[in-house]
């Protein structure tokens, strides 16, 4: 069984930078989708971004492309998302979450994923 735990969050002026980080357990993340999803107060979990098993495959929101980068370390078992030019609209909490099936695709819906972690605060001010 997988376990998620993020860090990284915090609290950070618009325009500045952020990464959040995701260690997993078990050597079998390296076979696993992973993406990052964030919810802010009042709203639904949204998709943020994903990257495929050997990170050869990487997807976007719209409102995050060109901004954020997730990235994974399979050798530190960790998944990343460096956040720059940061946005109030960006407040949310933002979590990590594993598909585990055998090297299924990365998704971009909440249910494609069935382990997550516990979530980390990020916050913008204006």
Do not use: H
């Not at 079998?28 to 999803?37: D, K, S, V």
């Not at 946005?87 to 819906?109: F, I, L, Q």
């Amino acid at each position: 069984q997988v376990q998620l735990v993020e860090s990284g969050g915090g609290l950070v002026q618009a325009g500045g930078s952020l990464r959040v980080s995701c260690a997993a357990s078990g050597r079998t993340f390296n076979n696993y989708a992973m993406g990052w999803f964030r919810q802010a107060p009042g709203k639904e979990r949204e998709f943020v971004a994903a990257i495929g098993w050997n990170g050869g495959t990487t997807y976007y929101a719209d409102s995050v492309k060109g901004r954020f980068t997730i990235s994974r370390d399979n050798a530190k078992i960790t998944v990343y998302l460096q956040m720059n030019s940061l946005k109030p609209e960006d407040t949310a909490v933002y979590y990590c979450a594993s598909n585990t099936v055998y090297r299924a695709r990365p998704g971009v819906s909440p249910n494609e994923y069935n382990t997550w972690g516990q979530g980390t605060q990020v916050t913008v001010s204006s």
